[in-house]
């Protein structure tokens, strides 16, 4: 399954108070596993940039003013996220000003329904303490030494590695590498098989089997399977 895992930043927290996007970053996962497929933009908000706002991420309003317009990249980047689940860390934050650049070009909204909120993910398996990117990042011990300051694209690089062990998919990669053994049948070599580290039990009990010997007995020397047998080879000459 393809999914979009997506970060931003901003002029500010609240698009209905005139802030807008400044970038925007996404990583492409396929079955839990990072492709190496990336998006990432900066984009001109057309207005300063607030004190606050250029602590967090580091961007000034000159270095953005040669950047290019929102409706001017929305159409590259809705072409790559496509329909796939958005996998966000506070998604509603993202999506509302994700939605409210949407608005002003009159383009349709994504609906909140393809949203896979991490923070909420987050909340449910690890409650009562705090889950911030970067306590996530320590608790599953990834490497964020390189997030001076937030970034959209390294964020969504750090969060799509917190999402794989958030949802216990690397576990499973491991349990599953752990149960399968390389099993090669000619020189060219089959794929790898898994092999269950218990038999399962027998259906056939003794008794059955015995049955069966004294069934097989009765149909003495010209039963046809006896047509199949090999033949017995021969002892060497002494």
Known sequence: MREIVLDTETTGLDPLRGDRLVE????????RMPTGQ???VYINPERDMPAEAFAVHGLSAEFLSTKPLFHEVADEFL??????????????FDISFINAELDR?????????RLVDTLLLARRKHPGVSN????????YSIDNSRRT???ALLDSELLAEVYVDLVGARQSQLLLASETQDIRVNAAGDAPRRQRPIALA??????????????????????????????????PAG
């Open 105 to 113: 070009i009159q383009r349709a909204p994504i609906p909140r329904e």
């Open 202 to 235: 027998p259906r056939v009990s003794d008794a059955e089997r015995e049955a069966h010997r004294a069934f097989i007995a009765t149909m003495g020397e010209k039963a046809i399977w006896n047509e199949y047998l090999a033949a017995p080879v021969a002892s």
């Open 79 to 92: 072409a790559f996220i496509g329909d796939a689940p958005l996998v966000i860390h506070n998604a509603s």
């Open 24 to 31: 925007i970053g996404c990583v492409e996962i396929f079955n």
């Open 132 to 139: 911030r990117l970067d306590d996530l990042c320590s608790r």
């Open 149 to 151: 300051k937030h970034g």
């Open 38 to 40: 990336t998006y990432h």
